[in-house]
């Protein structure tokens, strides 16, 4: 393939293209760095039209590989999920909360709308998706009262739910 289809093949990704390759890359653990630059340059070309689940595969995608650049986009990626944040459903706010802990992202805003979101929407949550909020909130040692007794009300609710790996991740 030519240097000129190389660099045109990313400028006609749209947001699920863009989202789909960082998360093939994950799946496969492909730290190809040129893929990965198009990729990024095509998110940042794009990132005004990205929503809620493109954001979360992106992030997710970046901190699956465990990209030590991963974390300067994470913060574009949250930068663009506070905006949109009401349109955040459980799975991709639960998704990009754990990439921000693995990223150790934690942009105050984006924090704050996200706590926000997550007790607004807790009753959406699986008992998976609790353990990784309790863990995310562990990781990043997030200071957030109302946060903790909703994710602890929720773990006793679903407590029928849990096996002992989604409890031990709650405790």
Known sequence: ????????APRRWDPQGVANWAWSMAKLQLHHVPLFAAVRA?????????????????AWGW??????????L????????????STFRALPLTNLL?????LRC?????????SERTQQL??????????NSFWTVAKLSLQNPPLHECLRAA?????????????????
């Open 155 to 171: 773990t006793a609710a679903a407590l029928a739910q849990f096996d002992g790996q989604k409890l031990a991740n709650s405790a």
């Open 63 to 72: 901190a699956a590989l465990e990209l030590r650049s991963g974390s300067s």
């Open 74 to 85: 994470m913060a574009e990626v949250a930068d663009r999920a506070r905006q949109q944040m």
């Open 1 to 8: 393939m030519g240097d000129e289809r190389r660099e045109a």
């Open 106 to 114: 934690r942009p105050e805003g984006f924090m704050t709308a996200a």
């Open 122 to 131: 807790i009753h959406e949550h699986n008992p998976q998706q609790i353990a």
């Open 98 to 102: 754990w990439a921000s802990a693995v």
């Open 42 to 58: 095509a998110w940042r070309r794009r990132a005004d039209e990205f929503e809620a689940q493109s954001l979360a595969n992106v």
